[in-house]
């Protein structure tokens, strides 16, 4: 069972409606990311977080922003959704001890932006 | 930059075939490598994990891997697939040495076996 939670799990809007993605994880892990994935493609990093207020951008570019208030909560936000942005969504968290790479995913919040 | 390749993007296989998935990584030095699995409708799982030590590694569901640093390449196997494997597969790769952990995905596999 996964201890990392993505709502909504399916998100239909409307042009230039502003959307969140929530994230949250109960396993106490310092690094949190966020990861786009669309079908037949590599799952591209657009965020991530090393702990409380720290936040990067990764190595696709994005639109979305995102904030690290808590260590358990790693939201994503789009201020003005696209067509461009219909994807799928994948939070994920790491921890720092040992530091191996492991990631820990959620299920995911698939985005259709009209 | 890191880079992960798996150059089957789609295979079918009847149950109790053999499965071999290639995964090949560009970085020339210390790296942990991953598989994981996404099964239908279901969130991405670790399906087994290479960290150093022993390079035939062995996951989960009868799954293994091998590494072979000469190659740069980390090759998941499977001796008799059953229906219940038809997923998506991923190899991944982490460059231990950049510091903060980024795992790379390739573009994924998607395996289906029928009965």
């Known amino acids: 069972e996964a201890d990392i939670y993505q709502t909504p799990r399916y998100l239909v809007i409307g042009t230039g409606k502003k959307i969140t993605l929530e994230c949250s994880q109960t396993m106490g892990h310092d690094k949190m990311y966020w990861y786009q994935q669309d079908p037949g493609m590599e799952l591209h990093l657009i965020h991530y977080?090393?702990?409380?207020?720290?936040?990067e951008k990764g190595d696709l570019s994005s639109e979305s922003t995102v904030s690290r208030i808590r260590t358990e909560h790693f939201p994503l936000t789009l201020e003005s959704a696209r067509p461009s942005h219909t994807s799928q969504y994948l939070c994920a968290s790491s921890e720092s001890v040992p530091n191996t790479g492991e990631l820990f995913f959620g299920e995911g919040s698939r985005l259709t932006v009209l | 930059a890191q880079s992960v390749s798996q150059h089957n993007h789609h295979v079918i296989l009847s149950e109790a075939a053999s499965l071999e998935l290639g995964c090949n990584y560009s970085?020339?030095?210390?790296?942990?490598l991953f598989w994981y699995v996404q099964y239908p409708g279901q969130h991405l799982q670790l399906l087994l994990k290479y960290f150093s030590g022993d390079p035939l590694v062995k996951g989960i569901k009868g799954f293994e891997a091998e590494f072979i640093k000469s190659k740069f390449s980390f090759n998941l196997r499977k001796p008799s697939v059953q229906w219940s494997d038809t997923a998506e597969y991923f190899c991944?790769?982490?460059?231990?040495?950049?510091?903060?952990?980024?795992?790379?995905f390739g573009t994924g596999t998607r395996l289906l076996v029928s009965p």
């Open positions: 991944a790769v982490n460059a231990v040495a950049t510091g903060f952990q980024k795992l790379v």
């Open positions: 970085y020339g030095g210390t790296v942990n």
């Open positions: 977080s090393y702990g409380v207020n720290s936040t």
